[in-house]
């Protein structure tokens, strides 16, 4: 897993909270939840993070779940996903 960068962290919680405020919203949640891990999951693969492998699959997998079921899609996934993410690249 590649290390990330300041800004481009900073850019990836931008983005990560933009989907979470949109998954607020009744009705867009279940759309916001497929078309923000497609889009975070590029971005991430962009910066060398491949979240189909290993650990970062179980977490992209159950982030995914959560902001696809209604009644949890309340709950910042994408935030929470994003931090976890960018805290794993930075360990190696």
């Known amino acids: 897993m590649a290390h990330i960068s300041r800004k481009r962290s ?3 919680l931008i983005i990560a909270g933009f989907f979470d ?3 607020l919203v009744p009705g867009l949640s279940e ?5 923000g891990q497609i889009v975070m999951g590029c971005l991430f693969f962009t910066q060398g993070v491949n979240v189909f492998q290993g650990r970062q699959a179980t977490l992209y997998i159950v982030s995914t779940l959560v902001e696809a079921i209604p009644a949890t899609s309340f709950a910042p996934m994408f935030l929470i996903e994003t931090l976890v993410l960018i ?3 930075k360990r190696r």
């Open 10 to 12: 900073a850019a990836l």
């Open 21 to 23: 405020l949109l998954s």
């Open 31 to 35: 759309i916001v939840s497929i078309i």
């Open 87 to 89: 805290s794993w690249s």
